[in-house]
């Protein structure tokens, strides 16, 4: 039993993550998922941006072409202010 506890925090912990972070990312879960069970994917998933604007977690600058966080009043890049008429 604490072995399959230890399991679990070192497999699945990491694939747990990498399977948000791919989800805010717009990548496919499951696949990093299973790719997170190796912490180093993690990193590269992390620097990972999105090419498209996602809802709730990166916008995509209108000016620039860049993604950035969504919870940003302004690009990350060019300074451009975010204009969203229907924030809720
Ligand atoms: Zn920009």
Known sequence: MNGFIFLLLVFGLPAAVG?????????NPFLWGMLCVFPFFLIVLYFEKP????????RLCKQCNETFP????????CGAP???A???
């Open 19 to 27: 399977f948000k972070m791919a989800l805010s990312r717009g990548k």
């Open 51 to 58: 090419n498209y604007e996602i809802k709730g977690h990166f």
């Open 70 to 77: 969504w919870k940003r009043i302004a690009c990350k890049y």
């Open 82 to 84: 975010v204009v969203d």
């Open 86 to 88: 229907n924030s809720d």
